[in-house]
């Protein structure tokens, strides 16, 4: 389990599905992608499933191979 950390203001969040969540924490996430580190500061909310939905500015920033 990653420590959460309180974020300095509630934030509103947009899914995908364009159901709308609030945050008042995020998690330092890191881990290894295309033979880079990443260290990506993750809001977190109430998604249930799926876990984790990464941004768009990150994908168009770091172009990963998805298979």
Same mark, same amino acid.
């Given at each position: 389990?990653?420590?959460?950390?309180?974020?300095?203001?509630?934030?509103?969040?947009?899914?995908?599905?364009?159901?709308?969540?609030?945050?008042?924490?995020?998690?330092?996430?890191?881990?290894?992608?295309? &033979? %880079?580190? /990443?260290? +990506?500061?993750? $809001?977190?909310?109430?998604? &249930? %499933?799926? /876990?984790? +939905?990464?941004? $768009?500015?990150?994908?168009?920033?770091?172009?990963?191979? +998805?298979?």
């Amino acid at each position: 389990r990653l420590p959460l950390k309180p974020l300095s203001k509630t934030t509103k969040i947009q899914n995908a599905d364009r159901l709308i969540n609030h945050a008042n924490n995020y998690v330092n996430i890191e881990f290894m992608t295309d &033979g %880079q580190n /990443q260290n +990506i500061k993750a $809001t977190v909310t109430g998604l &249930g %499933q799926p /876990q984790l +939905i990464l941004g $768009t500015s990150w994908l168009q920033r770091i172009n990963p191979d +998805i298979d």
